[in-house]
């Protein structure tokens, strides 16, 4: 019987005897922090804006949605536009321009009163969602038809 009071009071001890438990911080490398911060915040576009009145300054964000194969008829904005694709992928092209098609993830830029001629979902299959933000010093419909163009797809 003693080796088993042994144990019982062995086991009294541990259970009511104070746990310390210390936590290890591992702080990584400068060089890999570095790299973790890039993966974090990306630039996805940079670029000059157009001489705008500073005092009116306005910012519109628009979610544009093109089911499977649609598209939309050519027109024009009149204020600079940057835009991200969220999902699949659209093609565009302006007036003097080549078309594009950008994809997920991808940005592009439009001068202001530029012609769209084609913007349109890329696939007949899948639908395409981006954003467009008007950086406008005016009052102003955000999309206008344009005189003597025609044809969208």
Known sequence: MAVFDHWAYIFALVLHAPLRLEAAVVVPPPEVQAQ?????????LSQSLPKLAGDRLAVKVVEVRYGPGEWSEPHSHPCPVVGYVLEGAVRMQLKRGTEVIYR???????????VHLVSANASES????FLATFICDHEAELSTAPHGVGGGR
């Open 126 to 129: 899948a639908p395409a969602r």
């Open 104 to 114: 997920a993830g991808e940005t592009f830029y439009e001068a202001p009163n530029g």
């Open 36 to 44: 973790r911060e890039a993966e974090r915040a990306r630039t996805v």
